[in-house]
T-cell receptor, first 113, second 107 residues
Framework: SQTIHQWPATLVQPVGSPLSLECTVE??????LYWYRQAAGRGLQLLFY??????ISSEVPQNLSASRPQDRQFILSSKKLLLSDSGFYLC????????????FGPGTRLTVL | QKEVEQNSGPLSVPEGAIASLNCTYS??????FFWYRQYSGKSPELIMS????GDKEDGRFTAQLNKASQYVSLLIRDSQPSDSATYLC???????FGTGTSLTVIP
């Protein structure tokens, strides 16, 4: 069966510090991968998605970036965090065969102080 | 701007009652629709997907889709306290999510 991991689970960072969040998927090949952010009391905002290694599409212009160095690894980064970057960051995957059905990882709760 | 709107809630129902959650979407070309459940502090988990007009049943859950009205709903029969969560409606393709409806089932 497929499993998706995210780490760290929680993170507290000062404004202006860098960020690196990691997501890995097990039990499948060539997954589509997604990064979402959920601000407190709000819906899910799609940040990035990837259909293959090195292929990243950005949905929202901001100070975040994403990379996919390996087939089942997706990384979310920032060089300098803003207060507005606080939120619940969720990684999701979908298969090529059922690209519309997304499954979420456990999430990383980021607080920027 | 593609949008997904859900009844804002919060919604409270007594244990054993039917909970009805509603969602409308703006993109008439949308073909796939999903309901997720999200417990407080946790990530969303998929409950049901629906692609065709009509009803789709899975246990105590029934999803209903009306593409002409651009409307999708989720009925939860025999509601249990463990159903208390936020329910997210999502439209496939570019995957737009509603902001969610908070449901509380009162014992």
């Amino acid at each position: 069966s497929q499993t998706i991991h995210q780490w760290p689970a929680t993170l507290v960072q000062p404004v202006g510090s860098p960020l690196s969040l990691e997501c890995t998927v097990e039990g499948t090949s060539n997954p589509n991968l997604y990064w979402y952010r959920q601000a407190a009391g709000r819906g899910l905002q799609l940040l990035f998605y990837s259909v293959g290694i090195g292929q990243i599409s950005s949905e929202v212009p901001q100070n975040l970036s994403a990379s996919r160095p390996q087939d089942r690894q997706f990384i979310l980064s920032s060089k300098k965090l803003l207060l507005s970057d606080s939120g619940f960051y969720l990684c999701a995957w979908s298969s090529l065969a059922y690209a519309d059905t997304q499954y979420f990882g456990p999430g990383t709760r980021l607080t920027v102080l | 701007q593609k949008e997904v709107e859900q009844n804002s809630g919060p919604l409270s129902v007594p244990e054993g009652a039917i909970a009805s959650l509603n969602c409308t979407y703006s993109d008439r070309g949308s073909q796939s629709f999903f309901w997720y459940r999200q417990y407080s502090g946790k990530s969303p988990e998929l409950i049901m997907s629906i692609y065709s007009n009509g009803d789709k049943e899975d246990g105590r859950f029934t999803a209903q889709l009306n593409k002409a009205s651009q409307y999708v709903s989720l009925l939860i029969r025999d509601s249990q306290p463990s159903d208390s969560a936020t329910y997210l409606c999502a439209v496939g393709g570019q995957f737009y999510f509603g902001t969610g409806t908070s449901l509380t089932v009162i014992p």
